[in-house]
Nanobody, 122 residues
Framework: QVQLVESGGGLVQPGGSLRLSCAAS????????IGWFRQAPGKEREGVSC????????YYADSVKGRFTISRDNAKNTVFLQMNSLKPEDTAVYYC???????????????WGQGTQVTVSS
């Protein structure tokens, strides 16, 4: 069964940090570009970050640039999103997605996780 599972979300105070994980089962992430997305209540889903299949190309939305870092550990079949200096506006459900492509940030993704809630509040 092909599956992506996000974890690491939770409640954190402004200025705090969280590390999200996106673990794959049923397939290997070695051949997939991975994207992180988020959706806040009442807002459209937005792309946060993505990383190429080989990990040599990354992208960050302007809203998270300098605060978030995407990385991958293919040996663990997992992609991470390190989130520092969190702000209340980062509150959202975070999703990871995978697409088998050499392109660093594809437009469409084949596989999606179920999401993990991140809440930034004092």
């Amino acid at each position: 069964q092909v599956q992506l599972v996000e974890s690491g979300g939770g409640l954190v105070q402004p200025g705090g940090s969280l590390r999200l994980s996106c673990a794959a089962s049923g397939f290997t992430l070695d051949y997939y570009a991975i994207g992180w997305f988020r959706q806040a209540p009442g807002k459209e889903r937005e792309g946060v970050s993505c990383i190429s299949m080989r990990g040599d190309s990354t992208y960050y939305a302007d809203s998270v640039k300098g605060r978030f870092t995407i990385s991958r550990d293919n040996a663990k079949n997992t992609v991470f999103l390190q989130m520092n200096s969190l702000k209340p506006e980062d509150t959202a459900v975070y999703y990871c997605a995978a697409e088998a492509t050499l392109r660093p940030c594809p437009v469409a993704y084949d596989y999606w996780g179920q999401g993990t809630q991140v809440t930034v509040s004092s």
